[in-house]
């Protein structure tokens, strides 16, 4: 979908989205396909798409569990309370070192699965981009998930950030981390774990290298659900802290511009939107908007 540039009584010249899986300015220009190298310097003129990399397999050095191809983490049947996907993926460009058997079978045979973090997997994804002209993704990272020291998901979502990020050098593409707030309590230090990832991100080269976006001079950081009425905070006071963080008060090496994910009601703050006032400022904080608006349309 599309961004429209800003009205300047609402924020300071800054970009209102209108987002569903694709993200990019309104008035633009669609890269050709196979374009080398995508400009990491600005979000403007950009298709970009959200990237999970979360559906897991059991395997040397992959995960212990399937997660999100099944409903219990065990092995696929292809029973009706197994399996969570609607469609079976082609897999007709993996090879084999990338495939993971299954307790189905296709055509007589043993069908076979993919586990998202393998650098192959990730690769592929990354060259389809740059063929179909898409410039970019922001990879998730459920705050969730680090809450609950899961160690073995974080792995799987640190293996694909960096798998993810290594191919858009060889392919020319940008990604920047969008951090998901979904399922968090109000007292479970949510800004604390996200202050505390993205320094360690940066700390270990995340943002350099050419590839990781940039806007506005800083690299890009996300934030979706802030504002959201099933979502924390529900002071907007802890929610401007965090963006004041990233964008003022941070050192200087972890400063970054801020992209939020927020309700598709945030500017009557009605429906999905927290209603107190301030959260009009919380919106206008960001340097960025993305309004979400998945399943509004028919």
Known sequence: MKFFPASGAVSRGRLWGVGLLLWGWIGMVFPAAGQTVVDATSLSNKILTGYQGWFTAPGTGYSTRW??????????????????????????????????????????????????????????????????????AFLQRF??????????????????????????????????????????????????????????????????GGRYLHHQGRPLVAIWGPGFTHCVPADPAKAQALIDWF?????????????????????????????QSGWDNVYRSYDVISPWTVGRFT
């Open 67 to 136: 997660i999100h191809w099944t409903r219990d983490h065990v092995t696929p049947t292809g029973a009706s309370n197994n399996l969570i996907v609607e469609m079976y993926p082609d897999l007709r460009e993996f090879d084999p070192d990338e495939l993971i058997a299954t307790g189905m079978t296709r055509g007589g045979a043993t069908a076979h699965l993919y586990a998202a973090r393998h650098p192959k997997t990730v690769r592929r994804h990354v060259r389809w981009m740059m063929e179909y002209g898409i410039d970019g």
């Open 143 to 208: 705050v969730r998930t680090h809450y609950d020291g899961d160690t073995d998901y974080k792995a799987q979502m640190n293996a694909v950030l960096w798998n993810f990020r290594s191919s858009c050098a060889d392919y020319g593409r940008v990604f920047a981390v969008m951090y998901d707030v979904s399922g968090m309590l109000e007292t479970e230090g949510w800004d604390t774990l996200i202050q505390d990832d993205w320094k360690s991100l940066v700390d270990a080269g995340l943002t350099s």
């Open 247 to 275: 964008r003022s008060n941070a050192p200087v090496n972890y400063r970054a511009a801020v992209w939020g994910g927020v309700p598709g009601e945030w500017r009557t703050k009605t429906g999905d939107s927290r209603t």
